[in-house]
């Protein structure tokens, strides 16, 4: 079940401030302040979604395919088309998420070398 106090709920809800990159109807993209990297951004959808898995059984088709495209334009607005940058969704306890909320981490600025 989705907890709907998480922090991503309420950095939507507007109690939480955060510094936005991006918003729409759908999404929010904001600087994650726990940066990994020189440029570290979280993309969020508006919807209650526990992750990955949760988010591509529940969401449109629709929903899902502007999630996505919206993390390319997103990425390519912070000027990391041209040198690469990553992405990155944990699913679950196991792999390491700790906010129950569907996230994707925009990474970028850095090189991080081989395979993760």
């Known amino acids: 079940m989705h907890d709907t106090n998480n922090i991503f709920a309420k950095i939507i809800r507007g109690e939480v401030p955060s510094s936005k990159v991006y918003e729409d ?15 570290h951004v979280l993309v969020i959808p508006k919807g209650e979604y ?22 390319n334009e997103i990425a390519s607005s912070l000027g990391l088309a041209e040198h690469g940058f990553r992405l990155c969704s944990n699913n679950g306890a196991k792999s390491g998420q700790s906010v129950f909320h569907f996230h994707t981490h925009i990474l970028g600025g850095a090189n991080f070398g081989g395979v993760v």
């Not at 526990?50 to 993390?71: G, N, P, R, W």
């Open 25 to 39: 109807d759908k999404i929010l993209a904001f600087h994650d302040i726990s940066k990994a990297a020189p440029i």
């Open 50 to 71: 526990l992750d990955y898995s949760d988010f591509i059984a529940k969401a449109s088709k629709e929903d899902v395919a502007h999630y996505f495209t919206k993390i």
